[in-house]
């Protein structure tokens, strides 16, 4: 099984996507173990002293003027872990879990938090036996990090509360541990803290998010090509050099992208032997590269914000290599929160340019010669008219995700923690947007390809014929009188989902952006 080794630098979002949904084996570097055996003997000096220290010999947030005495530290950690493990609603998916422990296992290792070298490799050990805590929806504001979900994690490495062991089943903590010859944790001075303070639940989401939006991105990118082919139109608004004079890295990808889907396509170019001859294409297909590219760039922007919160220590208060322990924000998760909101404004606009494509596929009077809805016998059948519905009401939950969560606060902590970042909500309703959008583009896929079938007589491009026979292959049927629509619809999603119609395509085409 791959292993990813965490040194005190940081991580990749490969090795977070290999741990969180690959259940990579996770091993701390000697340089980790060394730089946490140094911090944590900064923290024991600071702990021994007089002088009250947040986070190490005080209480937190409203209550951090209080110090406390030397005998009631340890269950001042348990304290905050049981407290704060306070999340409410629904499960949140064990790759979610999963990324989110291995990323605070990433700011640990950093040696900045002062956590004892034992803690992490316990937190090591939970991800290697493939026990998963049980996080709610519900519970983090984005600052100071994601406090209740982190805080559920912390309770298992205390043998506490709820997990899921390997085989799915949910147990108690202690149990699950036990059964692993896990020992669980004694938190000691400022451990308790450590552990909960981190964008990391929000961070791991967003890389998740972006390896997911690539895929879809392309996957647009084709759904799109195969709509200009199957309502005859142009490929021309592709080439590069019009592209070149409005140099948007993204657009120029995907309009390369649509060129070669298109590339010895016979249904293009018919412009002028229609009984009513186009000057151009609508926007929704015209302007395709743009859109996508568009969100393309944004995806960019985004990966770069990843990659800083990767390189980061997140915590408070941190270690310092000069031996100072220092209060700070770097906990607070507007980073994160922004690009996460800006991913789903892009998305929703995918989305929504791919319906009005699917739905001029399906209107006899936009669709230049193709039969009402793709029905066989329209009127006796429906074709996808109910299809395009579905998609319809996928756009309008997508233009709801849409709105940011960034963009408000709400005070906590009695007035101390006074402007939030609601990063966690952020990152929740991209997951589903994400989803949401696999969906659309895989109604586009299912009418286009239908569409292209329905034009006889006329030959489609080699990599738009190796869409349509990976579709069919996965089960996704071709055109015909009415049916059962919900089987057909869900095999396009999964061929979408599992990137297979991507592979399809690229095994004609070569690798495309």
């Not at 195969?226 to 657009?251: C, D, F, M, W, Y």
Request: proline share 5%; charged share 20%; glycine share 10%.
């Amino acid at each position: 099984m791959h292993t990813v080794v965490v040194g005190t630098s940081g991580t990749t979002p490969e090795d977070v996507i290999a741990v969180a949904r690959g259940n990579a084996r996770v091993q701390l570097s000697p340089e980790a173990l060394d730089a946490l055996a140094r911090s944590r003997e900064i923290v024991d000096s600071l702990a021994a002293k007089p002088e009250p220290v947040y986070g190490v010999s005080t209480g937190f947030g409203a209550l951090a003027s209080r110090h406390i005495s030397p005998e009631l530290r340890a269950q001042l950690q348990r304290n905050i872990v049981r407290s704060h493990a306070a999340g409410m609603g629904p499960r949140v998916e064990r790759e979610v879990v999963r990324a989110l422990m291995f990323l605070r296992l990433k700011t640990v290792a950093s040696g900045h938090t002062g956590v004892r070298p034992s803690v992490a490799q316990t937190m090591a050990d939970v991800l290697n036996a493939g026990i998963t805590p049980v996080v709610h929806e519900y519970g983090s504001l984005g600052c100071s990090g994601d406090l209740a979900p982190l805080s559920h994690c912390a309770l298992t490495l205390m043998g506490e509360g709820d997990a899921e062991g390997p085989d799915g089943v949910v147990r108690p903590a202690g149990e699950l541990l036990a059964e692993a010859g896990i020992e669980p944790v004694e938190l000691r001075e400022k451990e308790g803290l450590a552990l909960l303070n981190g964008t990391d639940g929000m961070l791991g989401m967003l890389i998740m998010a972006l390896a997911d939006l690539r895929r879809l991105y392309t996957s647009a990118d084709i759904t799109a090509a195969l709509t200009l082919e199957a309502l005859l139109g142009t490929e021309k608004v592709l080439a590069p050099e019009l592209h070149a004079i409005r140099p948007h890295p993204g657009q120029g990808d995907s309009a390369a992208n649509m060129a070669a889907v298109l590339k010895g396509s016979g249904l293009t170019g018919h412009f002028q032997e229609e009984s009513a001859p186009r000057v151009q294409d609508a926007y929704s297909v015209r302007c395709a590269p743009q859109v996508a590219g568009a969100g393309r760039d944004t995806m960019a922007h985004a990966a770069l914000v990843a990659s800083r919160e990767l390189a980061s220590a997140v915590d408070n208060p941190v270690v310092l290599p000069d031996g100072r322990v220092e209060s700070n924000g770097n906990f607070h998760g507007a980073p994160v929160a922004y690009v996460l909101d800006f991913l789903a404004i892009a998305a929703a606009d995918l989305g929504s340019i791919a319906e009005r494509r699917t739905d001029r596929l399906l209107d006899k009077n936009r669709s230049h010669g193709l039969p009402p809805f793709l029905a066989e016998d329209a009127g006796v059948d429906s074709g996808l008219m109910i299809a395009q519905y579905t998609q319809a009401a996928l756009v309008s939950e997508m233009k709801r995700l849409a709105v940011p969560a960034s963009a408000d606060s709400i005070p906590s902590s009695a007035m101390q923690e006074d402007h939030v970042s609601m990063g966690w909500s952020a990152a929740r309703k991209l997951r589903t947007a994400v989803d949401n959008l696999t969906r659309i583009i895989a109604v586009e896929l299912y009418a286009a390809t239908r569409a292209i079938e329905l034009r006889h007589g006329l030959t489609a491009a080699p990599a738009s014929l190796a869409a349509i026979a990976g579709a069919r292959a996965a089960g996704v049927g071709g055109p015909g009188a009415d049916r059962f629509l919900a089987p057909d619809l869900a095999a396009a999603d999964a061929f979408v989902r599992s990137g297979g119609l991507v592979e399809a395509v690229e095994a004609v085409t070569g690798p495309l952006a």
